[in-house]
């Protein structure tokens, strides 16, 4: 049984979310901006510090009770009704369901599409252009998971050559973190570089930046913050 087959419904056309809502971007170049995010359900990774895992841990949810197989068209629609500039596209791993993506970014012409990716699948010729924005986040060893599961370096060249790519990193301890993230990033040919605290609190993101802004203009990159979470927003 592949991933998607429990859910009813014709694969065709649909995608399989995990919710779908309006907010600002809290994170990345574009944080800030007003947008809609549509949370595509399932993920190849199982990363320890993991704030979505209702859209992949069946070991905690029902996967019928958390996700739900939606038509792209009716997607479609329901972004036109909130009249906004900029669409992203997050997870879980939105890239299982390249087909569904493609489709969903061919209905959106006139909208910015911003995609936030784990980097372990390339994208399609045809997707790869019809994307604005891929803020791919390469999991490090913080993660939990083995190198060779998280790290696909074909994956990550591609989404580099599609020229609108950036590397956004969860720094959890910076000591280690950062020459963990140089030194993919150099094998890798990986920029420009964010980083970004991990935390679910504003003690914790705002103890984060500042422990990381001085590091990463020392090495030349950039710093993300989570504003959704020092607003209090979602
Ligand atoms: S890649 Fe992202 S969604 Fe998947 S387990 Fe890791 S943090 Fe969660």
């Known amino acids: 049984m592949t991933p998607l087959a429990f859910l009813p419904g014709r694969a065709e056309g649909t995608a399989v979310l995990t919710e779908k809502f309006e907010s600002f971007q809290g994170e990345g170049p574009w944080t800030g901006q007003r ?3 549509i949370r595509f359900s399932r993920c190849n990774l199982k990363c320890g510090f993991c704030d979505t895992p209702e859209s992949w841990d069946w070991s905690r949810y ?8 939606v038509p792209i068209a009716d997607l479609v629609t329901w972004v036109r009704e909130r009249d906004v500039d900029l669409v992203v596209i997050t997870g879980g791993e939105p890239m299982l369901q390249q087909p569904a993506m493609t489709a969903l970014a061919r209905g959106l012409t006139g909208v910015r599409i911003q995609v936030e990716t784990n980097g372990t699948m390339e994208p399609t010729p045809e997707l790869a252009s019809l994307i604005d924005l891929w803020v791919v986040s390469p999991k490090l060893a913080n993660s939990g998971m083995d190198y060779s599961v998280r790290i696909k370096p074909p994956a990550l060249t591609a989404l580099a050559a599609t020229g609108r790519a950036v590397f ?3 720094v959890t301890d910076p000591g280690s973190d950062l020459d963990e993230i140089a030194q993919l990033a150099e094998e890798c040919q990986l920029e420009p570089v964010w980083v970004m605290p991990e935390g679910t609190t504003r003690e914790t993101v705002l103890a984060g930046m500042d422990a990381l802004h001085g590091p990463a203009a020392e090495r030349g990159w950039n710093v993300s913050t989570r504003l959704h979470i020092l ?4």
């Open 35 to 37: 947008c809609v995010f």
């Open 62 to 69: 029902n996967p019928t009770e958390v996700s739900e197989r």
């Open 168 to 170: 956004k990193f969860v």
């Open 231 to 234: 607003a209090g927003v979602r």
